[in-house]
């Protein structure tokens, strides 16, 4: 956690961390659930049976000034509500954010891309059409001039999808730390404390991911860019945008509960292609 014993206590009173949530600290063999730590304890240890033994102080131990204990000030109260260090311990044992069931740090490229696509896809197919609905309603002209053109050439219409689905996605990344796509498709994205990026960073990945990922949806370009991504993914475990910043990416495993993810996710798919040719 990063934490003191008092701040721990304090994000357990506000509900920021839970009785299931993992801590460490030196001296723990590994990580254990806050309510195993002792720290929800609102009564002293009980005193020992056999008493003891006091070492004499010498002389010049006695005379020495003995440092008053501080008293929990201010400072302290805001220590106990900012948000926790994203380092842990070098010597503690690995974690990666949770123990939930979202621990496959594999690398899975091809989940990944299929939950961009989908979120793509989708979203950007419910956008449009939100678009179509309020501009021609309110000014048919505009549609006509405007919308209608830009939404029928592919390459423009892909370029403006993925940038006006960036903060979309961002608040999703930021909020929860997974989108409609990564979820059917078991892809996390958080801190490695745990804690979900915030719209700020995670709409500062999806600029990266658009530019060095995406290749700025110019054919060619990104071509080669999803090509230089994949190796450095399968290579280094991380991609280059989730490496530098310390993003941790969790998957979820594959089950019978994920492959109905992706039998739901394909249907879903070939639902809207249906509904956007009946739609033509």
Known sequence: MGATRLQAQAWFAEGRIHADTLMWTAGMEAWQPYARCSLSQSIPPPIPDRAV???????????????????????????????????????????????????????????????????????GLLMWFSIGIVVGTVSPPLYSALVAPVSSKVLLSGILTSLLLMP???????L????????LFGVRVLRADGYALGFADALRREGRVFVFGMGLCVPLISMMTQLFALVKLINAGKTSWDLKAGWVVTHRPTGRWQVTLYVVAGISAMALVALMRWMQ
């Open 53 to 123: 033994s006091l070492v004499p102080l010498h002389a010049e131990q006695a005379g020495r000034h003995t440092p008053a204990i501080r008293n929990f000030d201010s400072a302290d109260f805001l220590t106990t509500i900012s948000r926790p260090p994203l380092a842990v311990p070098a010597d503690a044992p690995v974690l990666h954010v949770y123990a939930d069931g979202w621990q496959d740090i594999r690398a899975h490229p091809w989940r990944r891309y299929f939950a961009r696509s989908f979120d793509t896809f989708a979203l």
């Open 168 to 174: 979309m996605l961002a608040i999703w990344i930021g």
């Open 176 to 183: 929860c730390g997974t989108t409609p796509g990564k979820w």
